[in-house]
């Protein structure tokens, strides 16, 4: 038995639809080393990579440490998986992850990296994060529709 | 002064990021992030370090490749920031 597999949107009767690429990234890092640099740096270390709201939203957590560091990892994730050769300062500030009332994730960029998103094509960007006691890890999704990257 | 600064960066390096091996110090111009010397929590960790240990601020706008690529790189960074005839640490 054979079996016709279609791509991206060559089905008898489909209209063709835009050419859509993706980046993905990841990242992992490990929790005591956010604990340290919370511990020796203080509230100087988290204001200045991480935004008012993320540091709202972690503090909250009963082990701050871990939510932060999945955080890092998700901003890490998050350049990684833009298309983007980034040679600028760290834009940590820049990537934010926000979450929902339901505590789901999403991505804000701002400034510099977000003008870039946009001359990239960007549109849309999914990160997933995930922890345990000692390691913080996330995965990035970016959609590039590539008529917004070659216009 | 270039010489000690190195080589407290270098020691730092070393003895956080490979496990003390003196073995595999990164030469001067090696990239410390694309030869795999130090990951992306390293890099917080060496801006910390700089400012903890020599007492240098790095501003937003520093924490870029040329001052924070390599231990070359590094040194001429930090010597810059220091004041004259101001010993390190």
Redo the contacts between chains.
């Keep these: 038995m054979t079996r016709k597999v279609y791509v991206d949107g060559d089905r008898p009767g489909l209209s063709k639809r835009p050419s859509v690429t993706c980046g993905v990234g990841t990242?992992i890092?490990?929790v005591s080393?956010?604990t340290a640099?919370m511990r020796?740096?203080g509230a100087a270390?988290l204001e200045?990579?991480f935004t008012a709201g993320e540091i709202a939203y972690c503090s909250a957590k009963a082990m701050p440490p871990q939510h932060f560091a999945a955080r890092?990892a998700a901003k890490?994730a998050v350049l990684k998986a833009l298309p983007v050769a980034w040679?600028?300062?760290?834009p940590w500030?820049s990537i934010e992850i926000v979450n929902d009332p339901h505590g789901v994730p999403s991505v804000q960029l701002s400034g510099a990296i977000l003008e870039a998103a946009i001359r990239a094509g960007v549109g849309e960007i999914g990160v997933s994060l995930s922890h345990c006691i000692e390691y913080a890890t996330a995965v990035a999704v970016v959609v590039i529709t590539s008529n917004q990257a070659s216009g | 002064m270039d010489t000690q600064i190195r080589t407290e960066l270098t020691e730092f390096i070393v003895m956080n990021y490979l496990f003390g091996d003196v073995s595999r110090v990164p030469l001067d111009n090696d990239s410390l992030i694309d030869e795999g010397y130090i990951d992306s929590t390293g890099i917080l960790e060496l801006i910390e370090f700089i400012q903890s240990h020599f007492g240098v601020e790095v501003s937003d706008s520093e924490t870029v490749p040329e001052n924070l690529g390599s231990v070359a790189s590094l040194t001429k960074f930090v010597t810059s920031k220091l004041p004259v005839g101001e010993p390190s640490c």
């Excluded at chain 1, 040679?87 to 760290?90: E, M, Q, S, T, Y």
């Design positions: 990242d890092v490990e080393r956010i640099l020796d740096r270390f200045r990579w890092y890490e040679n600028g300062p760290l500030q």
